[in-house]
């Protein structure tokens, strides 16, 4: 059974839907952002919200917590990181994704349902889902713009980045709130799914 | 021996500045007219022993360079 770590920085807020949805697919429990300790999860997610309240810059604070000096060396032995919204900016914070993210253009929270678009159905995010394939899946952010200085700014029309080996992943949709047919979509589910898969022996 | 610092930090150029843009377009609209290229940015004041050390603290905390210039003032 694949074992889910969820991190819990103060100011975390989607944790506990992180947690419920990774227990649908394996065993989960939660990561202090204080302890250096991963207690030997098969994967790790790192969820929204709004990490040491996103002072500074949103990510800017977290990225130097002791759980991500443990999950910077989890992710270059090529342990499995899933990175949320909020987990999403920590990570290109903590330069385990290339890139930054900077505030919507239109300066407002945007919160509805989005359609994407599975481009690489061989990812360990995503092995469960076929190519192609459209996921239903909620967004809910200030700051998810991205952006990287090569190679002309910001990049439209993506959801989420991966790193060069594959096995660090940054989305600013929210798969754990898609996990269920009662909140209108269960597509989430999938990217737990794939994680949990990946994990299991062949 | 103690010295008051300021960093001043700003959008990279060519980085769209919507914070800046608003501010740009709410101005006319209580008529101040002929302002352009608005930028908003942020202001650090801190107190240090060692101002030698401000470069590197920009680098890795108070700035994220990849978006963002500074100055030390």
């Not at chain 1, 990570?91 to 481009?119: K, M, W, Y």
């Not at chain 1, 061989?122 to 809910?140: C, D, H, M």
């Not at chain 1, 989430?188 to 794939?194: N, P, Q, T, V």
């Not at chain 2, 608003?22 to 930028?39: M, N, Y």
Request: a negative charge; charged letters at 25%; aromatic letters at 6%.
């Amino acid at each position: 059974v694949t074992r889910f770590g969820v991190v819990r920085f103060p100011g975390s807020c989607d944790d506990v839907d992180a947690l419920l949805a990774a227990r649908r697919y394996g065993d989960g429990e939660l990561l202090w952002h204080g302890d250096r300790d991963l207690k030997g999860v098969d994967a790790v997610v790192i969820p929204g919200g709004f990490s040491y309240g996103d002072y500074l810059r949103v990510g800017a604070i977290a990225r130097f917590s002791p759980v991500m000096e443990a999950v910077a060396e989890f992710a270059a032995d090529g342990g499995p990181v899933l990175g949320i919204c909020n987990g999403f900016q920590v990570l290109c914070e903590a330069h385990l994704l290339p890139g930054a993210l900077l505030p919507n253009t239109s300066l407002r929270f945007i919160a509805r349902q989005v359609d994407i678009v599975v481009a690489n159905a061989a990812s360990p995010f995503t092995r469960a889902a076929a190519e192609g394939e459209r996921l239903s899946i909620p967004v809910k952010h200030t700051t998810g713009r991205y952006y990287h200085p090569d190679p002309d700014g910001s990049v439209g029309d993506i959801a989420g980045v991966s790193n060069e080996a594959g096995n660090v992943l940054g989305l600013m949709p929210h798969p754990e709130h898609a996990v269920d047919p009662l909140t209108g979509s269960s597509d989430g589910g999938k990217l737990f799914e794939s994680m949990a898969l990946a994990q299991a022996p062949a | 021996v103690t010295s008051r610092k300021r960093v001043l930090i700003r959008p990279k150029a060519g980085i769209l500045d919507p914070q800046g843009q608003t501010v740009e377009r709410a101005l006319p609209a209580l008529g101040f007219e002929g302002v352009s290229e608005v930028r908003v940015g942020r202001l650090v004041e801190l107190t240090v022993e060692d101002e030698s050390q401000l470069p590197e603290m920009c680098e890795r905390l108070l700035t994220n360079p990849l978006i963002e210039d500074y100055e030390i003032e």
